[in-house]
């Protein structure tokens, strides 16, 4: 897996865009980066993948350096309910194990 | 579509006693990994089955082993615990593996008093 770093911590205020970077120089050209986020007192859940181009969903966007080498995670309109910690991975099925780094912990202020 | 259940989702033991915890899969998913979450380590994996065979293992201590049954749920074993197996225990589930998205469970905290 490559390994991914990532910012602590981040403060956002509601309803203003939140742009989470992600770093990982030692990517694969074929691994998709991962972003999971893990809400107070549950387990993490799915937010958005991508391999090269930008992507969206209902979540978030993401976009990718053309380099692959970051990429960022960006919450349109943060709300109350998007405090929590967003981990960055990049794991494959070759008999490497899912790394998650520490994450960052995102804070909402109303 | 349900999701990963997991059980118990809160288990209280001592010191020496050995530990069983049971993850559901999502239907037609045939990989379930584990991971344990502690406060001062994060998330770190620390095993992969698919299809009822270990297939990726973090580096943990042959007290925590895990197996899978023909209906892809699984279960995770600690033995002899120690006061540092406190932890919250997470299993996800996936269609292909690691590289596949992963769903996760709420997790079972288990305390080792």
């Known amino acids: 897996d490559a390994k991914t770093t990532q910012p602590n911590s981040m403060e956002s205020n509601e309803e203003e865009p939140v742009h989470l970077p992600c770093n990982h120089s030692t990517i694969s050209g074929t691994d998709y980066i991962h972003w999971y986020r893990q809400l107070p007192s549950q387990g993490p859940e799915y937010v958005i993948h991508g391999l090269t181009s930008n992507v969206n969903n209902r979540m978030a966007s993401l976009a990718i350096a053309e380099d692959r080498k970051s990429s960022t995670l960006i919450l349109h309109r943060a709300t109350l309910r998007d405090a929590a910690v967003y981990y960055c991975i990049s794991p494959n099925n070759a008999g490497n194990m899912l790394t998650f780094g520490g994450g960052t912990r995102l804070m909402v202020k109303p | 579509k349900a999701g990963v259940t997991q059980t118990p989702r809160y288990l209280i033991k001592t010191r020496g006693q050995q530990v069983t915890l049971s993850c559901s899969p999502i239907s037609g998913h045939r990989s379930v990994s584990w991971y344990q979450q502690t406060p001062g380590q994060g998330l770190q994996f620390l095993f992969e089955?698919?299809?009822?065979?270990?297939?990726n293992k973090g580096n943990f201590p042959g007290r925590f082993s895990g197996r899978q049954f023909s209906n892809s749920r699984s279960e995770m074993n600690v033995s002899t615990l120690e006061l540092g197996d406190s932890a919250l225990y997470l299993c996800?589930?996936?269609?292909?593996?690691?590289?596949?998205?992963?769903?996760f469970g709420p997790g079972t905290r288990l305390t080792v008093l």
């Open positions: 996800a589930s996936s269609r292909y593996g690691l590289g596949d998205t992963q769903y």
């Open positions: 089955y698919f299809s009822e065979t270990q297939r």
